[in-house]
């Protein structure tokens, strides 16, 4: 069994722990600003998404100190119970009363006081079962069971998040896996053979599903289709095109005004390109790049095979996240419908993040 016998320095790292909260501070005035026209409307009320979001950032901050006093050792012990309270909440989700379906996906789960989003639960329920099976089976990371184990564990989860359906999620979670397994030592062999697997499984649920399809062929040439699936990454690219260099402008986007649906969500980049210029997304590239780099320094000086697979699990899944996001922005790839963490309206995936950078910050507590 896999000891640790370091003790905390009671201090986390305060580099991680600001460039987290540097990016919800420039979350919360970029959702207002992306959101006030829109809300002012539909709901009465421009503060509206501002007012939410200040609240979720509040509970997200406390979730953050609370969990980074939580030793880590302690998601190893309950890794199983975990994964198994992830998979009720995804069978609620989907064949529940309680599940709530929005254009023709049930991906929340109604908790009575608000929504939750489910598979964000999932994301951080795989990547400690995960951790929790490198580090258990650490000398025998090329044994073909190691390698099948985690996903076994992650390939329920996965199914249950397909068929909401939500495939984008589901990428990323087996992403997220693969790269821990990766990271940990996996032979180039598996390597290989899990990465051709996984291309053709996706290319299979793109062909075999009509609506993923058109996604993918709306994505060659959006124009074919402007005021149909077109419609959102052409916008995209008309805010971040009007932006230039330096922008328009905090506040003077002009394509939130009902050009693009929704801006305070999965496009808030186009909106920071539009108001913020090619320097505001430049920005955004930056602080995302220091997190990421300081979290893998983490990864090398954690303590242990473990707490190095949560660090970089965790990292793994902001990192893919911000690719994806911001790759959909621009119609580097097709439209998938993730948020860009830390700075995308979404309660569940504010707080849950934010959660999950206190076991970063806990994990340094303890490293080299």
Not at 116 to 135: D, G, P, Q, R
Request: with cysteine.
């Amino acid at each position: 069994m896999e000891k640790n016998i370091r003790k905390s320095s009671g201090n986390f790292d305060a580099w991680i722990f600001s460039l987290t909260g540097i990016l919800v501070l420039f979350g919360t005035i970029m959702v207002f600003s992306a959101s006030y026209v829109q809300s002012g409307v539909k709901h009465n009320d421009p503060l509206f998404f501002l007012k939410k979001n200040i609240v979720f950032s509040i509970i997200g901050f406390a979730g953050m100190l609370f969990v980074s006093k939580i030793n880590y050792k302690v998601y190893k012990k309950y890794a199983l119970p975990l994964m198994g309270v992830n998979i009720l909440l995804l069978l609620m989700t989907r064949f529940s009363p309680l599940g709530i379906e929005l254009n023709y996906a049930k991906r929340w789960l109604d908790i009575g006081f608000s929504t939750l989003m489910t598979s964000e639960v999932t994301k951080f329920a795989c990547i400690i079962m995960t951790a929790t099976i490198i580090s258990n089976r650490k000398n025998q990371i090329n044994n073909l069971g190691t390698i099948i184990q985690p996903f076994i564990y992650v390939g329920l989860s996965v199914l249950l998040i397909i068929i909401q359906p939500d495939l984008s999620t589901s990428v990323t979670i087996l992403f997220v896996t693969f790269g821990m397994l990766f990271i940990a030592g996996m032979h180039y062999i598996y390597v290989v053979g899990i990465a051709g697997m996984g291309i053709f499984g996706i290319v299979l649920l793109i062909l075999f599903e009509p609506y993923r399809l058109k996604r993918f062929t709306t994505f060659l040439d959006p124009f074919k289709d402007p005021l149909g699936n077109g419609y959102q990454v052409i916008q995209s690219l008309y805010a971040l095109g009007s932006g230039g260099i330096f922008g328009l402008g905090l506040g003077k986007s002009r394509q939130k005004f009902f050009y693009l649906p929704e801006p305070q969500n999965d496009f808030i980049f186009a909106i920071i390109g539009e108001e913020l210029g090619y320097i505001g997304g430049i920005f955004v590239l930056i602080l995302f790049a220091f997190l990421i780099l300081r979290c893998l320094q983490l990864v090398v000086k954690a303590p242990d095979m473990f707490s190095s697979m949560l660090v970089a699990g965790i990292t793994l899944q902001i990192g893919i996240q911000v690719l994806i996001n911001i790759g959909v922005a621009t119609s580097s790839i097709p439209n998938t419908g993730l948020p860009l963490p830390f700075i995308s309206y979404g309660g569940t995936s504010l707080v849950i993040f934010m959660c999950a950078m206190g076991i970063i910050l806990n994990v340094s507590r303890y490293s080299k």
